[in-house]
């Protein structure tokens, strides 16, 4: 895989091509851990996109509520 092959990114969460899906990964400290796959066709990426900007917002989400507590 190279950069060429990210799509998509969104705080802590991004959508690479592999080989024939298209792949939900999460950043982690020494590796990213992937999320889920989806077919590689446009339909595909953009429920893969989705799936990421849907993490993120739940990540940012849960992080705003635990600097209110």
Do not use: P
């Amino acid at each position: 895989m190279t950069e060429k092959d990210i799509m998509h990114e969104a705080n802590g969460y991004w959508v690479a091509r592999v080989d024939d899906n298209y792949t939900v990964f999460k950043t982690g400290i020494t590796h990213s851990v992937s999320d889920s796959a989806y077919a590689l066709t446009a339909d595909g990426l953009s429920i893969a996109i989705a799936r990421c900007n849907y993490l993120a917002r739940r990540k940012a989400e849960s992080e705003r509520q635990c600097s209110k507590n």
